[in-house]
């Protein structure tokens, strides 16, 4: 039996896995681009030194903490919220997030299409909550 959740608590919950979830997101893609090319690091080093390469960045190993934060928050939501809401309000706020954080952080550009898309994300999940 799921127990009942404030709007707020359930908010709350679903902030810390969409946050966690766009920290993640974004530090390993940021630790991916100053790596280069694994191709490249794979040909020089080897596969283990490819790996130790990967696992020897700190982002990317602050995006790996951010990712198993986002999972366990996500099992936590999904043990006092129904899956019905959960599953597609956390996985569209990290689109919409993730759009917002890579324009930012790893300064991409973000094509007019995916604001719009974002802006119906926001849309559906507000149908979602009411």
């Known amino acids: 039996m799921i127990a009942a959740v404030t709007g707020l608590e359930l908010t709350a919950m679903l902030s810390v896995n969409v946050a966690s979830a766009t920290a993640g997101d974004i530090l390993i893609a940021s630790a ?3 790596i280069g090319d694994l191709d ?3 040909a020089r080093c080897g596969f283990l030194g490819a790996a130790l390469t990967v696992l020897r960045d700190p982002r990317f190993l602050c995006g790996f903490a951010a990712m198993a934060v986002s999972f366990f928050s996500l099992l936590f939501t999904l043990s006092h919220a129904d899956v019905s809401l959960v599953a597609p309000a956390a996985g569209s706020l990290t689109f919409v997030s993730n759009a917002i954080a890579a324009r930012i952080f790893l300064k991409e550009r973000v094509d007019h ?3 719009v898309a974002a802006i119906f994300v926001c849309c559906g999940v507000a149908l979602l909550k009411h």
């Open 40 to 42: 490249v690091v794979k």
């Open 32 to 34: 991916f681009r100053h």
């Open 113 to 115: 299409r995916r604001w």
